[in-house]
């Protein structure tokens, strides 16, 4: 009988060295004139397990991990094929590894276990039944589906999804659009890019139910050019899901239609910002809008469109296909459902994470994570992307939803968790915030195209000890000119990463630096 | 990379007419004219402009605006370095020391030889395997040094193969 192998294909898979592992189990096996299939599935997510192999036997699939295509020879001599469990990388059944068993998987259900790019396995595992349930009802109760989910935006806002779908279905327009963004440029983050690389029918069908939920017939996908396999594999599930009718000029039959794009990005983290990628999306510089009109009135094109994070509209087939009140019965407050943490940075198991809300950040980052990489103390931890606080220690029970988050200075954002051991420098790091800033700033507002350029000097002359107090005043000052001043978030949350490291950790900031060090960690060119 | 430093006028018109009714077509042909020859060449500007019906002002405002977007050809190679937190928090200050040690170049330069480019980057979405680095759009998890050398021997190699072919 052929044994059904599993390596997966998503980016963090690859560039630990899945295709070598793919490649070595097909020759040995040849050799060794035993049959495989080789299935080339997407992640679980459990990145410091990645390439894990799994093997289909008749007690479910069993896992070995991490593996290196030097391994393979060994694995197959005790066993591999049979699903035996002698070698030292043997993990037992994959449905048993604590650390997927723990999670509470409403959006990453199929990740990991399907093949992406297979219309059948996505159907196998209730795939487009969300789809199939929202043909059957008229917009209003598709909108008012999502409404009762209490889904927020997962970009980082937490605006009220369906609050905003209910603006665009009531804005009269000849033609309307679904964008989805999935510029995801938040360091720390990466669950953007494994729904597209691991589970895409399920982003696919989430943008045709709000096309029929608002009214919309075009959408267009926003993907970061970093992500170029994201985009093949966007671009290869439209074809097929065309070719099935689950996209076109006739959805299943229904005389619906809804027709989707992928668009590359061009390496501008501001593009994230709503506006500026619509303006992007326009063909134009990816300069920010000033806000109203909203999107959701006079977006692309200047037609009604709704802006939604990958994850919002990856959490729509659920909500349509359970109901919104299965999904809004997990979670804490008004935080409703699973939030997708992305445990990153200096930790021994890294890796994706979906968790009802309310869960503290210690117990992911303890439980999940055990830890840091080096085994040094852990010393600071980033959540929210580069425009998110700086947590000491004090701040690691807060419960992981946006009210106990914004109620502790921070920000939950996008879900990216960056620890770091005692070996950082946070004033590196809040030089690094400022440096970034300048570096993608889209220049139309002054505090925050000018403040990051100020903010990196006055930075540089406190560690040079150049009048320190009164360079602290300033950059107190210069902060509070960003927050207050700044057209978008870009601008008025960088000093969110900066002040938090003076607040938590000011004696980095006493340490005086050696200006040749100094140009030596300057990442630009000299 | 099948970048080329020939180009001919005719290759960036085929790129913009097949997308220039495509709404919010500039992008997209941009990236075509970038995919097609390795960079988007100076003297392509006019020929955009006139097309699309836009000024050269405005075609080199988006080209300028977008990291991605590169106006003289690459090296053969083009390594991107993370310079982002998450792989900052695994040593990826002192990786970035090391590969501009080792390639003798800083960011936004080409080795003399014409083999490697270095651009930095701002993340490749693989943060719990970090730090890392993309070779030719892959992505390398996990990198340090030694295995940063051994990446660059094998570039070498292939390098040297090529050029041997070429005579």
């Avoid at chain 1, 005692?422 to 790091?429: I, L, N, P, Y």
């Avoid at chain 1, 057209?487 to 004696?507: E, K, N, R």
């Avoid at chain 2, 075609?59 to 310079?83: E, L």
Wanted: hydrophobic fraction near 40%; include cysteine; glycine fraction near 10%.
């Amino acid at each position: 009988m052929t044994v059904r192998v599993f390596v997966p294909c998503d980016t963090t898979a690859l560039s630990m060295g899945a295709d070598d592992v793919a490649q070595r189990l097909l020759d040995e096996a040849e050799q060794r004139g035993q049959a495989l299939e080789l299935v080339r599935n997407g992640s679980r997510g459990a990145c410091w397990l990645e390439p894990l192999v799994e093997v289909e036997t008749a007690d479910g699939r069993q896992a070995y991990g991490p593996v290196g295509a030097e391994d393979v020879p060994a694995l197959l001599d005790q066993g591999l094929l049979e699903g035996r469990r002698e070698h030292a990388l043997a993990l037992g059944k994959v449905d048993d590894i604590a650390w997927l068993a723990n999670q509470q998987r409403f959006t990453f259900a199929r990740a990991g276990i399907t093949d992406p790019l297979s219309l059948d396995d996505y159907l196998a595992h209730d795939g487009f039944r969300g789809l199939e349930r929202a043909l059957a009802l008229d917009a209003q109760a598709i909108v008012d589906e999502v409404k009762a989910s209490g889904l927020r935006g997962r970009g980082g806002a937490a605006f009220p999804t369906g609050i905003k779908w209910q603006t665009v279905l009531d804005a009269p327009a000849e033609q309307k659009y679904i964008v989805c963004n999935a510029d995801e440029g938040d360091s720390g983050t990466f669950a953007d890019r494994m729904v597209m690389e691991c589970d895409p029918y399920m982003l696919l069908e989430g943008m045709v139910i709000a096309g029929l939920a608002v009214g919309a017939t075009q959408g267009y996908i926003y993907v970061r050019s970093e992500y170029p396999l994201s985009c093949r594999m966007l671009n290869e599930a439209i074809e097929r899901a065309e070719a099935a009718g689950y996209l076109g000029d006739d959805l299943r039959g229904s005389g619906r239609r809804f027709h989707l794009e992928v668009r590359m990005g061009a390496g501008a983290y501001i593009c994230g910002e709503e506006t500026s990628l619509l303006e992007s999306l326009e063909g134009k510089r990816g300069q920010v809008r000033f806000k109203p009109p909203l999107p959701a009135i006079e977006g692309l094109f200047g037609q009604p469109t709704v802006v939604n994070n990958v994850l919002s509209l990856a959490a729509v087939p659920f909500i349509l296909d359970r109901g919104g009140a299965a999904y809004a019965e997990v979670g804490m407050g008004r935080s409703r459902g699973t939030l997708v943490v992305q445990l990153a940075g200096n930790v021994k198991r890294g890796g994706l994470i979906e968790l009802a809300f309310g869960t503290s950040l210690r117990h992911v980052m303890e439980d999940f994570g055990g830890g840091t990489y080096s085994g040094r103390p852990l010393r600071a931890v980033q959540v929210g992307g580069p425009l998110g606080a700086y947590l000491p220690e004090s701040q690691w029970d807060l419960s992981l939803d946006y009210e106990a988050f914004s109620g502790g200075d921070a920000v939950l954002g996008h879900g990216g968790v960056v620890m770091f051991d005692d070996s950082v420098d946070m004033a590196d790091q809040a030089r690094f915030s400022m440096e970034f800033c300048k570096v993608e700033s889209c220049g139309k507002c002054t505090p925050c195209r000018i403040g990051s350029t100020r903010g990196v000097e006055v930075i540089d002359r406190i560690r040079h000890d150049q009048s320190r107090e009164a360079n602290l005043a300033l950059l107190d000052e210069l902060c509070e000119t960003m927050v207050d001043g700044s057209l978008c978030a870009m601008g008025s949350m960088t000093p969110i990463p900066v002040q938090s490291a003076l607040t938590h950790f000011p004696d980095d900031f006493l340490r005086t630096v050696d200006k040749s060090t100094q140009a030596s960690a300057e990442g630009e060119p000299s | 990379m099948s970048a080329s430093l020939e180009w001919t006028p005719a290759q960036v018109q085929d790129c913009i007419d097949a997308l220039k009714h495509t709404p919010g077509a500039l992008l997209p042909i941009l990236h075509a004219i970038q995919e097609r020859i390795g960079h988007i060449p100076a003297d392509s500007v006019p020929i955009i402009a006139e097309s699309m019906n836009l000024t050269r002002a405005e075609i080199h405002g988006v080209i300028s605006f977008y990291h991605h977007f590169r106006t003289a050809p690459p090296g053969r190679h083009v390594i991107q370095v993370c310079r982002a937190e998450a792989c900052q928090a695994m040593g990826g200050r002192q990786l970035e020391a090391h590969v501009k040690t080792r390639l003798g170049i800083d960011y936004a330069a080409t080795t003399p030889d014409g083999g490697v480019s270095l651009e930095p980057i701002y993340c490749l979405g693989n943060c719990a395997c970090a730090p890392n680095i993309s070779v030719d759009e892959r992505v390398h998890g996990r990198m340090n040094a030694k295995r940063f050398d051994a990446l660059v021997d094998e570039l070498s190699d292939s390098l040297h193969t090529q050029s041997l072919e070429v005579k």
